[in-house]
Nanobody, 115 residues
Framework: QVQLVESGGGLVQPGGSLRLSCAASGLIFSMHNMGWYRQAPGKERELVAAITSGGSTSYADSVEGRFTISRDNANNTVYLQVNTLKPEDTAVYLC?????????WGQGTQVTVSS
């Protein structure tokens, strides 16, 4: 059974930082492309960062230069370092694992940016 468990969210002031983690189990982690999505109330889910099985990364324009995605295949974990947070970054952040037709999601971790 595949499980993706996110952690690291919380309440942070504008300009602050967080490190989100997603621990994966039940799959061959190194073969999966991994992504971080976010969903704010009343908005569609959007991809913010992705990392391929080979380590190539990509980012949404809105987070380029502020967010960094990385993966640790030895520990089956993907990270999202989020810096210089803005109120508009407030959302539930969800982890995704994808390989061909297999698509898995975590439950998400809430990030709230507010003074």
């Amino acid at each position: 059974q595949v499980q993706l468990v996110e952690s690291g969210g919380g309440l942070v002031q504008p300009g602050g930082s967080l490190r989100l983690s997603c621990a994966a189990s039940g799959l061959i982690f190194s073969m999966h492309n991994m992504g971080w999505y976010r969903q704010a109330p009343g908005k569609e889910r959007e991809l913010v960062a992705a990392i391929t099985s080979g380590g190539s990364t990509s980012y949404a324009d809105s987070v380029e230069g502020r967010f960094t995605i990385s993966r640790d295949n030895a520990n089956n974990t993907v990270y999202l370092q989020v810096n210089t947070l803005k109120p508009e970054d407030t959302a539930v952040y969800l982890c995704n694992a994808n390989l061909a037709w297999n698509d898995y999601w975590g439950q998400g971790t809430q990030v709230t940016v507010s003074s």
